[in-house]
């Protein structure tokens, strides 16, 4: 069995229930929970904010991976980190002040992760290597859960893969966007660490035995 982590993504949960869904997700075998934070500007979509994230924070017993879509995210950090973010994960696109940010995430005790949109070119994040412990490859243009997977974009976690073997740095390559039993291969080939997997996940029944058997045939491939 592949050592792959898998974050199941809140978005694609019953956000009635986050609480009981989060705990039920964690019994059936997920590593870290995927919250995805959107604006409504950077993405063309809305989701949640952190006093959502403060109030899940308790319930949580894995890592919250909190994957910010939203502009000029230097304005939150303190305040998600505070919230409970155990990794924060910010997007190139949406700063100007990238490199300060993250070394302020960090210097705020939590894990600093960097992310970039499909049509973005990976030469862009790679001055920031040494300072994240998290790079989000991003396998769907942000904004939506359940959308096809862009096979092309595999190549950036090979490349992440090389660099991180050639010393760029200590980080995670996350995937995330259209993760199923079939894309999920491609990407743990390609290096990929940890898995967001949204409607993979939470397809079909809200019970930990369902969840599970998603979880489980992400984990055996
Ligand atoms: C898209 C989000 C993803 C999304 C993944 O902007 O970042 O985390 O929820 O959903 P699936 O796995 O359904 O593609
Ligand atoms: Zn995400």
């Keep these: 069995m592949s050592k792959v ?3 199941p993504s809140l978005l694609s949960a019953d956000f009635s229930e986050l609480a009981i869904e989060m705990k039920k997700v964690t019994e059936a075998g997920a590593d ?11 993405v063309p979509n809305l989701t949640l904010g952190m006093p959502i994230i403060k109030s899940l924070k308790p319930h ?24 409970g973010a155990s990794y924060l994960t910010l997007h190139v696109e949406a ?7 993250l070394i302020k995430i960090r210097s705020l005790g939590a894990k600093a992760g960097v992310t970039l949109r499909p049509g973005t070119s990976l030469d862009l994040i790679k001055p920031f290597l040494s ?10 243009e942000p904004g939506f859960g359940g959308q096809r997977f862009m096979i092309e974009q595999v ?13 760029a740095g200590n980080y995670f390559i ?5 993760v199923t039993v079939l ?15 949204g409607s993979a996940v939470f397809n079909g029944e809200k019970s930990v035995a369902n969840y599970q058997k998603n979880i489980q045939a992400l984990k055996e491939i």
């Design 5 to 7: 982590l898998i974050a």
């Design 32 to 42: 870290w929970l995927h919250v995805d934070v959107m604006d409504g500007n950077f």
């Design 60 to 83: 949580a017993t894995i890592p919250l991976d909190v994957h910010l879509m939203i502009e000029k995210p230097e304005r939150y950090i303190e305040s998600f980190i505070d919230a």
């Design 131 to 140: 300072l994240v412990d998290l790079v989000l490859v991003m396998t769907v």
């Design 155 to 167: 190549e950036k976690i090979r490349q992440l893969k090389k660099w991180r073997d050639e010393g």
């Design 183 to 197: 894309t999920a291969k491609t990407c743990i080939d390609a290096g990929a660490d940890v898995l967001v997997a």
């Design 95 to 101: 700063t100007t002040v990238l490199k300060e940010s």
């Design 174 to 178: 996350e995937v995330d966007g259209g």
